[in-house]
């Protein structure tokens, strides 16, 4: 497959976001994942009465990634309805730093502003990560 751009990627992730189930706090938020051998995987955040029991939409798109058997990630872009620059929680960007190199991309968007982080910059230091070298 060939190099999927990075405006590809948030475009797929904006229309993710139109996806969401979100009758709680009406906060619609898309993902795309790329894939180490290109592939993209979308997700959107997907909401619980019990918040707790929430998924959001970038581990939405990790998990449908790794159950597909895609287990490195090179680009997560993330795009919501808000007015404001959509961040990964805490709990997304451990659960990145399991599927991703410390110099992962993570790609955000917002009306046409993109900004664009390595995952270390996001999450130094973080718990258990280390660099998978795959052959």
Known sequence: MDEISDEQLI??????????????SHFHVGSA??????????????????????????????????????????????????????WPCGICRQVMSEFMNSDGIIILENHGLIKKFKLDELLPHSFGACDIKTE
């Open 11 to 24: 475009s797929m992730a904006k229309e993710a976001a139109k996806k969401a189930y979100v009758p709680y």
């Open 33 to 86: 994942v790329l894939s180490e051998d290109n592939y993209v995987y979308t997700g959107c955040n997907i909401e619980n009465s019990s918040y707790g029991a929430t998924n959001c939409a970038e581990r939405t798109a990790i998990f449908k990634c790794v159950s597909d058997q895609k287990n490195r990630i090179k680009k997560i872009a993330i795009a919501s309805d808000s007015n404001e620059f959509t």
